[in-house]
């Protein structure tokens, strides 16, 4: 269930956060494939009816292509300082010469995504349809989205430049990129969930 799970018999208003609780509790208990998509129907129903002009304590749940061109822009937003700021290049060095720095970055890459999505609730996010049942689309979208953002703006500009079939000489322009993700990875988390970006 969600955070905000509560009993039969509490005061408080009900939301849209508990409207979604009833209806993933619903599609846990139906028996035939027909009838869970039509409690996913509601739920998208669901999602398009709340309060439009609420910025925040709204349901997020889908990652559909719109989704991803908000990330698309989010990463972009700021994704072009990184581009045209030296210092991108300068700490991608760095990190290709210390590899550990490296899985480091990735790491905090994908840990502040999963920390904007999930736990900072700035939105009620909720996993709809997992890759392989398990893997939520919305961080791989958002951390591709920001990844392939940061590649091709910084190749396109002419901040890396790729050796193809030359593994080593690539090894800091992949550093460079891996680094422009970062910051462009928090733009298009907020970028997604955020109403109106």
Known sequence: MSRKQRAPDDDDDPDMGDLF???QHLESLVDSDHERERV???MQTATKVQDQDAVFGRVVWGFGAADLAEAALGALLFGVPMAVEGGTNEAGAFVA???SFFAVTVLATVGTVLGILYVAEFQD???ANPILGFVP????GVLSASFVTAVALLTVWGRVVWTPGDLA???EP???CVVATFPMAIGAALGDILPGS
Do not use: F, G, Q
């Not at 689309?137 to 791989?140: E, L, M, S």
């Open 21 to 23: 609780d009833d209806l």
């Open 125 to 127: 996010v909720r996993v």
């Open 174 to 176: 992949l550093c460079i």
């Open 169 to 171: 000489a690539n090894w």
């Open 97 to 99: 010469a210390n590899p």
């Open 40 to 42: 996913r129907e509601a």
């Open 137 to 140: 689309r919305r961080p791989v």
